[in-house]
T-cell receptor, first 114, second 115 residues
Framework: SQTIHQWPATLVQPVGSPLSLECTVEGTSNPNLYWYRQAAGRGLQLLFYSIGIDQISSEVPQNLSASRPQDRQFILSSKKLLLSDSGFYLC?????????????FGEGSWLTVV | AQKVTQAQTEISVVEKEDVTLDCVYETRDTTYYLFWYKQPPSGELVFLIRRNSFDEQNEISGRYSWNFQKSTSSFNFTITASQVVDSAVYFCALSGTTSFQKLVFGTGTRLLVSP
């Protein structure tokens, strides 16, 4: 069966520090991968999606970047965090074979920028 | 553009009451997919159901049921005999048919079930 893991689960970072959140999917190949952010009390916003290695699309201009160095690995990064980057970050995956397939989410990472 | 509206920000019920969470969507696509996810306090999004636009049959799964009506662009979710463990934020979501399939979420409805 397929599983998705992301880490770290929680982190507190000072303003201006770098960020790296990692996500891996197991049990499938060539998945579509996604990074979503949920700000406090708000809905989920799609940040990045990827249909293959080194193929990243950004949905909103921001202080973050994403990379996919391997088929089942998706990394969310920042060189210098802002207070507004605080939130709950969710990685997700979907099989690329069938449109309309369910998107499954990881456990999430709580980021507090102080 | 696609849009999902969950007008109920928060609902409070007492255990064993029935509760319906509303979801209204907008899309120009003729083929699309609707989803419901549950987000318990731990934060993880748990998939509950997927429905495609050609399948208007209502679905029941235990205490959960879903009413899909294309005529009103609604996909409502009912919990029968609610339990404390149902307390969570529930999200309705919509996607099209492109291969990369971006999910558009509503803002969520927080359900509080008290004993």
């Amino acid at each position: 069966s397929q599983t998705i893991h992301q880490w770290p689960a929680t982190l507190v970072q000072p303003v201006g520090s770098p960020l790296s959140l990692e996500c891996t999917v197991e049990g499938t190949s060539n998945p579509n991968l996604y990074w979503y952010r949920q700000a406090a009390g708000r809905g989920l916003q799609l940040l990045f999606y990827s249909i293959g290695i080194d193929q990243i699309s950004s949905e909103v201009p921001q202080n973050l970047s994403a990379s996919r160095p391997q088929d089942r690995q998706f990394i969310l990064s920042s060189k210098k965090l802002l207070l507004s980057d605080s939130g709950f970050y969710l990685c997700a995956w979907k099989s690329d074979r069938v449109p309309g397939n369910t998107i499954y989410f990881g456990e999430g990472s709580w980021l507090t920028v102080v | 553009a696609q849009k999902v509206t969950q007008a109920q920000t928060e609902i409070s019920v007492v255990e064993k009451e029935d509760v319906t969470l509303d979801c209204v969507y907008e899309t120009r696509d003729t083929t699309y997919y609707l989803f419901w996810y549950k987000q318990p306090p731990s934060g993880e999004l748990v998939f509950l159901i997927r429905r495609n636009s050609f399948d208007e049959q209502n679905e029941i799964s235990g205490r959960y049921s879903w009413n899909f009506q294309k005529s009103t662009s609604s996909f409502n979710f009912t919990i029968t005999a609610s339990q404390v463990v149902d307390s969570a934020v529930y999200f309705c979501a919509l996607s099209g048919t492109t291969s990369f399939q971006k999910l558009v979420f509503g803002t969520g409805t927080r359900l509080l079930v008290s004993p």
